[in-house]
Structures are given as structure tokens and as C-alpha cells.
């Protein structure tokens, strides 16, 4: 297979070594594709999409379901790739592995269900001799760049509708990260999809900026950080933009809730993957008489989870991705401590491992209340009625996910209404997602969702057949 890769487990001068975040022991090796070398991706790309348009639906399909099976049959070999390249502990490789099984059948019943519809031409006067349909036809050519956080889900959520849209793809995983994409485009094309459909590069930004700009790319996916997306958007030029560009996910805690349930679920919401997850809870905002029995009981079950490496079974926290991660994070706890804040635990990292940190009397100047932490980081906030909440919840200038615990449905929904986000979850984390549903960002930066069928009908375009019945 063509893939510019050479997986190793030495080093190699000219390849980029991938290295375990908990103890840097070398993983793999793949070779670096060069931002000069983007013409010969560009043609294999292109043959890749004149195969993918004439692969029949029943076939897209069949490719997706063998290989939704083949990596259910190889599970635990995903989930530990996964530990050793992302630090994710694995227990929850296993469940991103599962996810990704999921998100491959839901893309093989797209592949067969989403084709079009019949347009009803003669419920407009004029038109009634008229009859036809419109079919949902493959872009070409979709780039897709994915992060280091799900490494292999992220990058399903790409391939899967890609495929069964019938485009071809350019696949950039993060450099960081590659093993998992790698091994997932083996299993595609080990289960019958043609392997010039998806051509996989790995390199830094300039080869990032060589695939956005190619004029041949119809669509970038791209899941990262706003300041990326803004590149990729001056640079793109005429093509359709999907983009995920994190969030800073607000969870409003009523004092009617069910308390033990709603500590419990913003535990898990703020610390998965070690914080680095999009919708992972940042900023939990708790009704003012229950603030104080929320915070006990919040920071205890915090100073319970076990921070270390992420191969052992009990472990809760793994590493975070590397050093600069870390660094990020301290940072930005050490100016809000600066400013005011108050510590309750945590903040004080071993190498990778970054412990599960909590913070009061945060000023909203700050920019750990106001961007994208991205680790194990949350802010505790009380506020007083529900209307206080949803204005803390709504300032940052973008958003993905949002929670609320209650059990008065009329405020629930009075919540849903309001709050600016992609989703509300109502009596659960905000950190809640389903694979079929759809999913992406509001407010600055917002566009596409993902979601298998939103991903799906993202990456195709509809074409009108209409028939003219002329009487003779």
C-alpha cells in the first residue's frame, strides 16, 4: 500500500517517532510526508475518488460492516495502541475502540439508506408534467485532519461517512498520534475498500497547509484549535469547511437536583482522558445553598481518583499528550491563582501526569475561565438564580457542549432553550455523546456538524433528475 509509511519500532533519521506520554518509550516510527511531495498524494487522491464514485452502495456498506467487525474481533489490540501513542488509560481505549465499531456500522446504514428522495415537481402549478428525484452524489476529493485526543474515533468519524459518500480522502492524523489511524486504514482496506480511496500523510503544519490549499480538495474536516481553523480558512479558497474547534463546556447544578448523581457525572465529565476532551466539563456552575456541601463532596471524590499509568487497570487519570500540554496548564492555573483564584487540590504535575486540579473564585478575565483548558482543570462557580447561570454559561465566545442538572423539567428546558451550545445535556456531563448524533460547535467558529448522517451529508451534494413528460 502506498501510504508514505514505515512503521518501525527503532528509530528512524528521517521518520517521526511516535513515543509514549507517560514514559517516552518509543511506540513506532513513521516516515514524514513532505509538504513538496502533495502533488503525488493529489493524484493518487484523485484516482482514489474516481474509484470511490463507481464503488455501488452495497459495497461501501459491505466494506464498512467487515471492518466495524474485524475491529470489535481486535479490540483489546486497538485499546492498548491506543494507551501506548495517547496515554488514554484503557479503560477508556476500550471504550473509544467500541465507539469506533459503532461509528463504522452507522456509517455502512448510511451508505444504503441516504441516497435522495422524490422531488413532488407537480405541487407547484407549472410543473405538473414534470417528475423526478434528487440523488445525494460524492464531493471528490475530502481532506480530513484529525487530533491527537481520539485517535482512532475521531478519525472514523472522518472515513466512515467519507466512504459511504463515495469520496476519496486525504487523511493528515496528528503527528503525535498516528498508529491508530494508520491501523484503522489497514483494517478499511483489508476488508475490500480500494486503497487509493484513502491516502494517508503525516507531517507538521506546512503539509497541513499544502493539503488545505490544493485546489483539486473539495472539503476540509478538520478537528483541532481555533487558532489552526483560522489558518485553514484564509488558506482553504473555495471549498466547504467542517471544523470542531474545541469548546469550554459550562455544567449548572440546581439545588432540586439529584445531588449524589450530579458530583458523580461531573467527576467523570471533567477528568476523562485526563481533560482532554472537547466537551469534558471545565466550568460546573452550582446554585448558591448547595455550593458548599457540592464543593466538599466535589473535590473529595477528586482527590480519590488515581493518577498514573494508564496500562494499569485502577489508574483514572493518564498522562496528558506531552510536555507543552502540561506546561499550558500549569500556566494557566498560575495566572488565575495570580489573579485571585483559589486552589482546592491538585496542580502539581510529575512529567506527563497532570493531577486532577480544582478551582474557586475564578475571575472571568481569566483565561482558564474563558478558553479551552484542555485538561484535568474545572472551576467551581455559584451563582443564584437559573437566569445567572445561563449568562456564566453563555461568556466565553464559544461553545460545544452544555449540562444541567435538575428536576424541574420546565427549568431543564428553559435551560435548553438558552444556552448557546451544539448540545444540552439535561441530568447528565457534558461530556455525553452518542455517535448518530449531531455534533459541532456555536458562536465564533461554528460550522459542520459531525455525526455520521450530518457528516455524511456534509461530504456529498445533492443532484436534481427532473423529467419532463412532453405529450406528443
Not at 455501488?56 to 486497538?78: M, Q, S
Not at 507543552?324 to 483559589?342: E, F, N, S, Y
Not at 435551560?415 to 458562536?443: H, L, Q, T
Request: contains cysteine; negative net charge.
Amino acid at each position: 500500500m502506498m501510504y508514505n509509511l514505515a512503521l518501525t519500532q527503532t528509530e528512524a533519521p528521517d521518520g517521526i517517532a511516535v513515543r509514549s506520554p507517560f514514559d517516552g518509550t518509543l511506540v513506532g516510527t513513521v516516515v514524514e510526508t513532505c509538504a513538496t511531495g502533495v502533488n503525488v498524494l493529489l493524484e493518487r487522491a484523485r484516482r482514489g475518488a474516481q474509484i470511490a464514485r463507481a464503488l455501488p452502495r452495497h459495497k461501501r456498506a459491505a466494506t464498512l460492516e467487515k471492518a466495524a467487525a474485524a475491529i470489535e474481533a481486535g479490540r483489546e489490540d486497538f485499546a492498548l495502541l491506543i494507551v501506548k501513542e495517547a496515554g488514554k488509560t484503557i479503560t477508556q481505549a476500550r471504550k473509544e475502540t467500541t465507539r469506533c465499531v459503532n461509528t463504522l456500522k452507522l456509517s455502512a446504514e448510511e451508505a444504503k439508506r441516504n441516497a435522495g428522495e422524490v422531488i413532488p415537481f407537480d405541487a407547484y402549478a407549472g410543473s405538473e408534467s414534470r417528475q423526478g428525484w434528487y440523488t445525494r452524489e460524492p464531493l471528490g476529493i475530502i481532506a480530513a485532519i484529525t487530533p491527537y485526543n481520539d485517535p482512532l474515533n475521531l478519525v472514523a468519524h472522518k472515513l466512515g461517512p467519507a466512504i459511504a459518500g463515495g469520496n476519496a480522502v486525504l487523511l493528515k492524523p496528528s503527528e503525535l498520534t498516528p498508529l491508530s489511524a494508520i491501523k484503522l486504514v489497514e483494517v478499511l482496506v483489508e476488508s475490500g475498500l480500494p486503497e487509493e480511496i484513502i491516502t494517508v500523510a503525516i507531517g507538521g503544519a506546512e503539509l497541513g497547509k499544502a493539503l488545505v490549499a490544493a485546489k483539486d480538495v473539495r472539503m476540509i474536516s478538520f478537528t483541532g484549535g481555533f487558532a489552526t481553523g483560522e489558518a485553514i480558512a484564509k488558506t482553504a479558497g473555495l471549498k466547504k469547511l467542517a471544523m470542531d474547534l474545541g469548546g469550554n463546556a459550562p455544567v449548572i447544578v440546581m439545588e432540586n437536583c439529584n445531588f449524589d448523581v450530579a458530583v458523580e457525572a461531573c467527576v467523570s465529565g471533567a477528568y476523562w482522558a485526563a481533560g482532554q476532551n472537547c466537551i469534558g466539563t471545565q466550568r460546573i456552575l452550582i446554585q448558591r445553598p448547595i455550593y458548599e456541601q457540592f464543593k466538599t463532596k466535589f473535590v473529595a471524590e477528586t482527590r480519590t481518583l488515581k493518577t498514573g499509568n494508564p496500562l494499569d487497570g485502577d489508574t483514572d487519570v493518564g498522562p496528558m499528550i506531552c510536555e507543552k500540554a502540561v506546561v499550558r496548564a500549569v500556566v494557566m492555573v498560575d495566572r488565575a491563582l495570580a489573579a485571585g483564584a483559589t486552589l482546592l487540590c491538585g496542580h502539581k504535575p510529575t512529567g506527563n501526569l497532570y493531577p486532577p486540579t480544582v478551582l474557586e473564585n475564578v475571575p472571568t478575565s481569566c483565561d482558564v475561565w474563558g478558553e479551552e483548558v484542555f485538561a484535568p482543570i474545572v472551576i467551581l462557580q455559584p451563582f443564584d438564580g437559573l437566569a445567572d447561570a445561563i449568562d456564566l454559561a453563555n461568556s466565553p465566545e464559544y461553545s460545544l457542549h452544555a449540562g444541567i442538572f435538575t428536576n424541574d423539567l420546565e427549568g431543564a428546558l428553559e435551560a435548553a432553550s438558552k444556552i448557546e451550545a451544539g448540545g444540552v445535556m439535561i441530568n447528565d456531563s457534558s461530556d455525553y455523546r452518542f455517535d448518530a448524533m449531531p455534533f459541532g460547535g456555536f458562536k465564533y467558529g461554528s460550522m459542520g456538524r459531525e455525526g455520521v448522517r450530518f457528516a455524511y451529508e456534509d461530504m456529498t451534494q445533492p443532484k436534481v433528475v427532473c423529467i419532463n413528460r412532453l405529450k406528443p
